[in-house]
């Protein structure tokens, strides 16, 4: 998963439970309920297309002889096989 | 000299049928030894277990005896790191090995290659010893257990890269959770010096930046395969991970120390990765609902507006006649041009309830049904949005993207959200 297409998806939830409730208060105008609704909207487009194309990567972990780090693709996984962004 | 002379001063070859031609100690037990080991087999031999003693290099030494005899055993430390556990004096165990002679000495022994308890007798041993030190360090404690991440984007993995587990592990984490990054931590997970290899691979992945949580998993195997999830080394690093660890030994009856310390024990490889990785079919179930929610409240919003529009438009004729019929009187013939004034205005007010109306329907959740959602009402347009609104025998209407259908219930199934 790359840092650009990062998405707090429970963030999204909790805002859409938000506007759920808000959308629920009787004395709500009809322009303040159509501006919630949009972004509820808005919302829910954002979170399903994130979770239609948010893609990890599967690395395997080296630790080198001198303590450091490295990753590289798994051999034998089709982990990077729909991964936009690995290297 | 003659030939006769030569043979007479020459030594006899040593064969022990006289004190002339006796052999040495070092030929008796040599041959004494080969003649063991070319007749008699590897065997087991049944004991009770006395003199167990260790030496640095790790090397048993033991006496296996019963109520007639007993003989010397040596166990070397390149078989012996097996065990489990050194048993304890008096306990009855099967050795496999070799019955040979220990040449310096003269010494008739077994040189051990295997040594079983009865039944499980070692393994229990030790796990119990171990398992007893842990609970007496409140190791074992539920109140230690720290919770899973609910939503992880980074998840690191620790078993063998060529195991069946890893294979489970992320065929599962791909189908229900895609975008969380794996890292895998490769270690040895059986035999002499897994339980070490275990240990740095946790350290590595619960270190690594940005790690929710760590799965540590083998598949099924013999208790002795599974052993190193038990020993010590791999126990202690487990309970010292930096991220809550999910850890998965064995088959669903195989219960390890690792596991028991683990934050969350699962039965199998798989069953660890469904409790990590969130399902995005629940996930977009839950978008789904989200959709209907805010729906449902636009809906009653405008239900609401359209009311008090209504009660507007019902109102206002009738208080603009009575103003008129005020004005009318006040006016007394000469506000001809009043009515005409009034009419235009009410046009107006009605011109811009329709553009109202028109944005209402334009964002209301029925253009959402060009998504392929259908909404029920029942014959009355009440909408039905709960399997308690539809009775068995009931007529209601499903409304479509493209018109709407007349539909009977049959049957209806609750399902808890």
């Given at each position: 998963?790359?840092?650009g297409d990062a998405l707090d998806f429970e963030e999204t939830l909790a805002e859409l439970e938000e506007i759920a409730r808000a959308l629920d208060r009787d004395d709500l105008g009809l322009d303040e309920a159509i501006a919630l609704f949009e972004r509820g909207i808005a919302r829910l487009r954002e979170a399903n297309e994130w979770l239609e194309t948010a893609s990890g990567r599967v690395e395997e972990i080296i630790a080198t002889s001198s303590g450091r780090i490295e990753t590289r693709p798994l051999e034998g996984t089709n982990g990077d096989e729909t991964d936009g962004d690995s290297g | 000299m003659t030939d006769g002379q030569m043979a007479l001063f020459e030594p006899r070859k040593p064969d022990g049928r006289t004190p002339d031609t006796a052999i040495s100690v070092r030929a008796l037990n040599h041959g004494a030894k080969r003649?063991?080991?070319?007749?008699?087999?590897d065997l087991w031999v049944r004991g009770e277990v006395t003199k167990w003693r260790v030496s640095r290099p790790g090397h048993r030494y033991f006496t296996l005896r019963d109520d007639a005899a007993s003989v010397d055993c040596v166990f070397f430390a390149g078989d012996a790191w097996r065990l489990?556990?050194?048993?304890?004096?008096?306990?009855?165990?099967?050795?496999?090995?070799?019955?040979?002679?220990?040449e310096a000495q003269g010494r008739f022994q077994i040189v051990v290659r295997r040594l079983e308890a009865t039944g499980d007798g070692l393994w229990r041993l030790a796990f119990?010893?171990?398992?007893?030190?842990?609970?007496?360090?409140?190791?074992l404690d539920p109140a230690r257990k720290r919770p899973l991440p609910s939503f992880p984007r980074r998840v690191a993995v620790v078993t063998s890269r060529s195991g069946a587990a890893l294979h489970d592990v992320l065929s599962v984490l791909r189908r229900r959770s895609p975008w969380i990054d794996v890292l895998v931590c490769h270690c040895r997970v059986q035999g002499e010096g897994a339980a070490l290899e275990i240990r740095r691979a946790l350290q590595t992945a619960g270190g690594l930046s940005g790690v929710d949580a760590v799965i540590l998993t083998r598949g099924g195997g013999a208790t002795e395969d599974l052993w190193c999830f038990n020993e010590e080394v791999t126990v202690r690093a487990?309970?010292?991970?930096?991220?809550p660890v999910v850890c998965a030994i064995?088959?669903?009856?195989?219960?390890?120390?690792?596991?028991?310390?683990?934050?969350?024990?699962?039965?199998t490889p798989s069953v660890a990765a469904e409790l990590i990785g969130p399902d995005a079919a629940a996930l977009r179930d839950r978008l789904d609902g989200a959709s209907l929610v805010l729906a449902r409240g636009l809906r009653r919003s405008v239900a609401r507006g359209r009311e008090r529009?209504?009660?507007?438009?019902?109102?206002?004729?009738?208080?603009?006649?009575a103003a008129l019929g005020r004005a009318r009187g006040r006016l007394d013939g000469h506000g001809r041009d009043l009515p005409r004034g009034v009419r235009a205005a009410l046009h107006r007010g009605r011109g811009r309830l329709r553009a109202v109306a028109g944005r209402l329907d334009a964002l209301s959740p029925l253009a959402t049904l060009a998504r392929g959602y259908g909404v029920a009402t029942d014959p009355e347009g009440r909408l039905l949005a709960s399997v308690d609104r539809f009775e068995p025998g009931s007529r209601?209407?499903?409304?479509?993207?493209?018109?709407?259908?007349?539909?009977?219930?049959?049957?209806?199934r609750k399902e808890t959200p």
């Open positions: 998963m790359s840092d | 003649l063991l080991e070319d007749h008699v087999p489990p556990a050194d048993p304890e004096d008096g306990m009855e165990v099967a050795v496999f090995g070799r019955p040979t002679l220990y119990e010893r171990l398992h007893r030190k842990l609970a007496e360090e409140g190791l487990v309970a010292g991970c930096q991220v064995g088959h669903e009856v195989d219960v390890t120390l690792a596991e028991l310390v683990a934050d969350r024990r699962a039965q529009l209504e009660r507007y438009a019902r109102d206002l004729p009738r208080s603009m006649r209601f209407h499903l409304r479509l993207r493209d018109g709407s259908v007349e539909a009977t219930t049959d049957r209806t």
